[in-house]
């Protein structure tokens, strides 16, 4: 995972060589603004953090990824179980997108469809 948009605090001070995107063990992060994240990256500068975003590695799209947390119970843009997302076979991200989207049920023959009509075997 990444840490970008760092801005530190130097008191005023200029400091040259500040980096403002630095990686990060995934471990670190729980999903929302995290002091443990912060604290690795002043250990690795020796100066402390005012802010900074995430950016994550995920396996799926940004819509993809929102709209399987929505079916999970969460907002759209709470991180907190992107691992887990992540580590979901494709086949029940498909699931869960369709039924975000009010299709329930129609898994299976759609994936059929797809690999009858483009030849594009799915169904793994």
């Not at 995972?1 to 500040?18: C, F, S, Y």
């Not at 993809?64 to 991180?79: F, H, K, P, T, Y």
């Not at 691992?83 to 369709?98: D, P």
């Amino acid at each position: 995972m990444k840490a970008t948009n760092i801005v530190w605090d130097t008191d005023g001070e200029v400091v040259d060589g500040l980096p403002t995107e630095m990686e990060f063990p995934d471990e670190l992060f729980d999903g929302g603004y995290d002091d443990d994240v912060a604290d690795y990256l002043s250990d690795q500068t020796g100066w402390c953090v005012e802010s900074f975003d995430i950016e994550e590695d995920n396996t799926y799209p940004e819509y993809v990824m929102e709209s399987v947390r929505q079916n999970l119970g969460l907002e759209a843009d709470d991180m907190s179980m992107d691992s887990e997302i992540n580590g979901m076979s494709k086949r029940e991200v498909f699931a869960r997108c369709l039924e975000w989207e009010g299709i329930i049920g129609y898994e299976y023959k759609i994936l059929s469809l797809v690999s009858e009509i483009f030849g594009v075997d799915l169904m793994d």
